[in-house]
């Protein structure tokens, strides 16, 4: 599990001393990039900059102080730069690397054709002049996810989930086939109680939801789990957590994202026969108070406290 850093805008010193240390070039640094300073714990441990056009942007000068190496800091400076980037509108990020092209696949890059790139792209002065053309060109679509990273009214956190052997290939399954991100719906009635399922493959109460199917937005899913599970239809759904899941199996680990939505439900009629097709809805129940046995108590306590 990669470690949480925090963005800063950049002092220009600092970021030029660290891409110096690296051999990444400072030449342009007095050009259009909004630069960063990535700390943790309250200690620099790299940097990184975009330049920003519209529906498109360009990742550049990130780097990790050598203190700092082999502990996932790059990876992290990359994923906090994605939400900065998606947040401001973005829809695709590009770069040039002349070294780095298979730790930017890891983290969902794709090399793509040079002269595909949009033309603004194209005319910085790290396409134009100071990466030759044998650097490598990758592109990343932002997601949803992106966008919900570092968001000031959503909650981060990170959750690590030991599984046997066998839950751990089905888990490893799905996300190697592209499903790794599942919401949940916080909903409550009018009079404030709020909406939970027992359901056969979770200890004690959950929230009701699953996994995003393919083509789905976060919203529409959690739309379609509420009411497929419960009958209850949800309007306002709105993301109030994002919760980076580490699911393990002694040293075998995959990842996956569960956000939560909080929803203010239509109706409060619940379904005589809830769930779908052979899924297991032992049971689905109103809660004035939630229940000792829940899961995901933290994310749900405190999204009730803020609201």
Not at 134 to 141: F, G, L
Not at 175 to 180: C, E, I, T
């Amino acid at each position: 599990m990669d470690p949480v850093v925090s963005l800063v805008p950049g002092d220009r010193g600092v970021v030029e001393r660290l891409l110096s240390e690296v051999g990444l070039p400072t030449e342009d640094l007095d050009g259009p990039a909004d630069l960063f300073v990535a700390a943790r714990d309250g200690e620099v441990v790299g940097c990184g900059g975009v330049e920003r056009y519209g529906e498109a942007a360009l990742l550049r000068s990130v780097a990790v102080a050598p203190e700092a190496r082999g502990e996932g800091y790059g990876t992290a400076i990359c994923r906090a730069l994605f939400g900065e980037v998606a947040r401001g509108g973005a829809d695709d990020l590009y770069l040039l690397t002349t070294d780095a092209a298979g730790f930017f696949e890891r983290i969902g890059f794709e090399p793509v054709e040079r002269a595909s790139v949009p033309e603004a792209i194209g005319e910085t002065h790290q396409f134009a002049e100071l990466c030759p053309e044998t650097a490598t060109c990758m592109r990343r679509e932002l997601t949803e996810i992106d966008r919900l990273r570092g968001h000031p009214a959503v909650t981060n956190q990170r959750q690590r989930i030991d599984l046997t052997r066998e839950e751990f290939a089905g888990v490893a399954d799905a996300v190697g086939s592209g499903v790794d991100r599942w919401v949940g719906g916080l909903v409550r009635s009018a009079a404030g109680a709020v909406l939970l399922v027992r359901n056969g493959w979770s200890d004690g109460w959950v929230i009701p939801g699953g996994k995003v199917e393919e083509g789905e937005s976060l919203g529409e899913a959690v739309r379609r789990e509420v009411r497929e599970e419960t009958g209850v239809s949800i309007r306002g759904p709105e993301p109030v957590a994002l919760v980076e899941q580490t699911f393990t199996d002694g040293d075998r680990e995959v990842d996956g994202w569960f956000v939560v939505f909080a929803a203010d439900a239509e109706s409060e009629a619940l379904a005589l026969d809830p769930g779908v097709e052979d899924e297991t809805i032992h049971e689905v129940r109103w809660f004035d108070r939630l229940p000792e046995e829940l899961e995901h108590r933290s994310v749900i306590e405190r999204v009730l406290s803020d609201r």
